[in-house]
């Protein structure tokens, strides 16, 4: 009886956005902004050449406010959009500059650009998942 009574559950992919959100924009602060560690900018050299380091980190705390706040927005699936892409496109260009450096002058930048693609194609998958529908609408499997 509890499904009865019981507000319904943060939705995942809204909770997703959050979470996430929430550590894109405390890895720009903390781990770029902050203290940005050898390795990470030693790999990141081919957009450092052209964009500062500390724009960098600003962009990733922008991308994960976006989505933090489109996480907590109800019924906006337009906005949830943007918060997935906020949470893709910053993933996708550390997977495609450490791709160059692996390929180029830091060999050992593959296992970033293996780790960074790949959680860019985990953001494309969830975005396109719908959530479970809430209990009041499930079929009942006695």
């Given at each position: ?10 939705p995942r992919r809204r909770a997703f956005l959050t979470v ?77 500059a450490f791709s160059v450096a692996a390929a180029t002058t830091y060999p ?35």
């Open positions: 009886m509890w499904g009865a009574t019981a507000r319904p559950a943060f996430v959100g929430t550590g894109w924009a405390g890895y720009g602060g903390l781990g770029i902004l902050r203290d940005p560690r050898y390795g990470t900018a030693r790999g990141l050299a081919s957009i450092t050449d052209r964009i500062p380091l500390t724009a960098l980190g600003w962009m990733w705390v922008a991308c994960g406010t976006l989505a933090l706040l489109a996480g907590l927005l109800v019924h906006c699936p337009r906005v949830q959009a943007a918060g997935f892409a906020a949470l893709a496109v910053p993933a996708g260009l550390w997977a495609g050992t930048a593959v296992g970033s650009a293996c780790g960074w693609g790949a959680f860019t194609i985990g953001v494309v998958l969830v975005s396109g998942m719908d959530d479970p529908p809430p209990p009041y609408l499930r079929k009942d499997r006695r």
